[in-house]
């Protein structure tokens, strides 16, 4: 059984950078084909795909968060961490890791395997 699991630090001020971190068990992250991903969902709005790191470690991220995202791995402990660099009021979300075979979508049916989430609220 598959199961993702994601830790952060629930509250960050405007202007610091969002870490957060997913623990992936029953799988690894290099399995071949499998893409790891960080999706998001403001709240009233739809899902909203950040970013993902791939088997081989390539990373690929949302055209309009680039700037200000880094996603990035440790093999070790099978984990995959996300840092979005000066959040503001909007970067406010729920925070999900979810794995599959695809990358790039805000579809929940695209993905496998969901961690349950962890919100994050920006404010000072």
């Known amino acids: 059984q598959v199961h993702l699991q994601e830790s952060g630090p629930g509250l960050v001020k405007p202007s610091q950078t969002l870490s957060l971190t997913c623990t992936v068990s029953?799988?690894?992250?290099?399995?071949?084909?499998?893409?790891w991903n960080w999706i998001r969902q403001p709240p009233g709005k739809r899902l909203e795909w950040v970013g993902a790191?791939?088997?081989?470690?390539?990373?690929y991220y949302k055209s309009s968060l680039k700037s200000r995202t880094s996603i990035s791995r440790d093999t070790s402990k099978n984990q995959f961490t996300l840092q979005l660099s000066s959040v503001t009021p909007e970067d406010t979300a729920v925070y999900y890791c979810a794995g599959g075979l695809s990358t790039g979508w805000g579809v929940r049916d695209e993905y496998e395997y969901w961690g349950q989430g962890t919100r994050i609220t920006v404010a000072s």
């Open positions: 029953g799988a690894s992250i290099t399995t071949e084909l499998y893409y």
């Open positions: 790191i791939g088997y081989s470690g390539t990373t």
